[in-house]
């Protein structure tokens, strides 16, 4: 729906949320062979993300639960991601530090507990997976673009083209990829790139990128004396940023946590748990039917 833009539609994705999500409920319904009145609540996202996405998750959210009699918990997307490892087979055990990875967002958050979430840094400009897709779009890739490039770049050769490791040796735990996408502007300027050009440049950009995310989640680390990174977020499936954050937690003997492929993108179990862990910890949840998204959420000030 969304290729021939070369990105979301906003308008287009609410019209197809409204389109699907009632087929969708009484599908997950049927699978989990529950029935709607042995639900305790109804958990949906509040934000951040788009304003009509999140209105359509949101209306429809509060009518189903006042009309099954059910109190609903509003869900911060984020919160979501970095409870998302917890469904694993495997899950770590508080307190971690997380690597939250995604289009929107990169962050490395300390998390003490559920509720308990500390910003130790985060991205000055573009995001991780926003620096793949735009890198993508010089490349002449189709979209979703970070899937594409990191599909290319199996095929090419790091190092042939020298791309910068942006904020690598700062000092703190702040990221940039403005910078290293401008990098690659000017490489596809230089000259007309072959497809042996592009899966190189494709290769470098992905080590630059996994580097520096590597590199400062075990900075991370090493300051909060944790041995457990928990990463998430639609970035977090990439197989090159695996390998490298493996290898470099296993260097200082810690281990690497994360979330099945199927929930590292945005996915519902995620906002689901998300809510029944608020349960669990005796938060109140809300009835009345009034609700009011925030596109713009910051996670510090989610209490």
């Not at 979301?8 to 009484?26: F, K, N, T, Y």
């Not at 639609?234 to 200082?252: H, P, Q, S, T, Y």
């Amino acid at each position: 729906m969304h290729a021939e833009y070369g990105g979301v539609v906003p308008e287009l994705a609410s019209r197809d949320h409204i389109r699907r999500v009632v087929p969708l409920l009484r599908e997950a319904l049927a699978q989990s062979g529950k029935r709607l009145d042995e639900v305790d609540a109804v958990a949906y996202t509040r934000g951040p993300g788009l304003s009509g996405a999140l209105l359509v998750g949101c209306a429809f959210a509060e009518a189903l639960a006042v009309a099954i009699d059910k109190p609903t918990i509003p869900v911060h997307h984020l919160e979501g991601h970095l409870l998302s490892p917890l469904l694993s087979s495997n899950p770590p055990t508080f307190p971690f530090v997380a690597l939250l990875v995604s289009g929107g967002h990169t962050q490395l958050m300390h998390v003490a507990r559920v509720g308990s979430y500390e910003l130790l840094g985060e991205s000055l400009d573009d995001a991780a997976g926003e620096a793949f897709d735009k890198t993508a779009k010089l490349l002449g890739l189709g979209y979703p673009g970070g899937p594409a490039l990191a599909s290319l770049a199996e095929s090419g050769t790091a190092g042939r083209f020298k791309l910068p490791r942006p904020m690598i040796n700062s000092g703190d735990l702040a990221f940039s990829f403005s910078g290293l996408k401008t990098a690659v502007l000017t490489a596809v300027r230089a000259r007309e790139l072959t497809p042996a050009d592009k899966a190189d440049l494709a290769a470098e950009f992905q080590e630059a990128v996994t580097e520096v995310l590597a590199t400062k989640a075990v900075a991370a680390c090493r300051q909060r004396r944790l041995s457990a990174l928990v990463v998430a977020g639609g970035v977090g499936a990439n197989r090159r940023l695996r390998e490298r954050l493996d290898d470099a937690m296993a260097k200082i003997g810690g281990r690497v946590f994360y979330p099945a492929l199927d929930l590292c993108t945005d996915n519902g179990a995620m906002i689901a748990f998300c809510g029944a862990q608020r349960l669990l910890q005796g938060e109140t949840p809300r009835r009345g039917g009034a609700f009011a998204v925030r596109p713009r959420w910051p996670l510090n000030e989610l209490r």
